[in-house]
């Protein structure tokens, strides 16, 4: 079965409207936490790395205030898009590790932005 | 900065067949992971086969295997005897031991299996 569990699936909603999306290991604890971008027939591209406890770190060129991550226990990390707008559209998906071990993904976000 | 290039855009063979997926990396780090993610159109993000760099015995999963060739930086995955269910996105990652263990994808490779 799943071991990560991301929510909600799919979003559709107005411009201006701020969305958050969770990410859940089900059964262990996550040392690190991935939140990426994907647009269509592209790469996952990675976003930010979310450490519990800590301050996420973002790849160059992401808006942390734009994409904002909070990791509040070893199980649960969200993305807050604030503001979206259509640009925002995307699938955004996440993972988690624990140490050394591959990552488990999260079914991913199909956010759609009119 | 480490790179992952999959030069194979798309590909398409007949069901039953073997393809093999091309896949290489940049890197000056001498351990490290490798990988093979399988996404189908449902966007799952599937692990299909891991390969430990310090290892030099390619890895298989029953139909899928690997050849890594280290000194090259090379790490191409075999589909023997294909299935429809093959069909999907096939991404080719490399993960650092350490550190932030972030993993680093290859832009895809599209693969069609027909019947």
């Known amino acids: 079965g799943a071991v990560v569990s991301q929510h909600p699936s799919r979003v559709i909603c107005k411009s201006g409207t701020s969305v958050k999306i969770e990410c859940r290991s089900l059964d262990f604890q996550a040392t690190t936490m991935f939140w990426y971008r994907q647009f269509p027939k592209q790469s996952l591209m990675l976003m930010a790395t979310s450490n519990e406890g800590s301050k996420a770190t973002y790849e160059q060129g992401v808006e942390k205030d734009k994409f904002l991550i909070n990791h509040a226990s070893l199980t649960l990390s969200t993305l807050t898009v604030t503001s979206a707008h259509p640009e925002d559209s995307s699938f955004y998906i996440c993972?988690?590790?624990?140490?050394?071990?591959?990552?488990?993904f999260g079914d991913g976000t199909r956010l759609s932005i009119l | 900065a480490q790179t992952v290039t999959q030069s194979q855009p798309e590909m398409s063979v007949q069901e039953a067949e073997t393809v093999t997926l091309s896949c290489t990396y940049d890197?000056?780090?001498?351990?490290?992971?490798l990988f093979w993610y399988k996404q189908p159109p449902s966007r799952q993000m599937i692990l299909v086969i891991r390969q430990e760099a310090y290892k030099q015995q390619n890895a298989t999963e029953n139909r899928f295997s690997v050849n890594f060739q280290k000194a090259a930086k090379s790490f191409s995955l075999k589909i023997s005897d294909s299935q429809l269910g093959d069909t999907a996105m096939y991404f080719c990652a490399f993960m650092h031991i350490q550190g932030a263990q972030k993993l680093v994808f290859g832009q895809g490779t599209r693969l069609t299996i027909n019947p």
């Open positions: 993972s988690a590790n624990r140490n050394q071990q591959p990552q488990h």
């Open positions: 890197t000056s780090e001498n351990n490290y992971y």
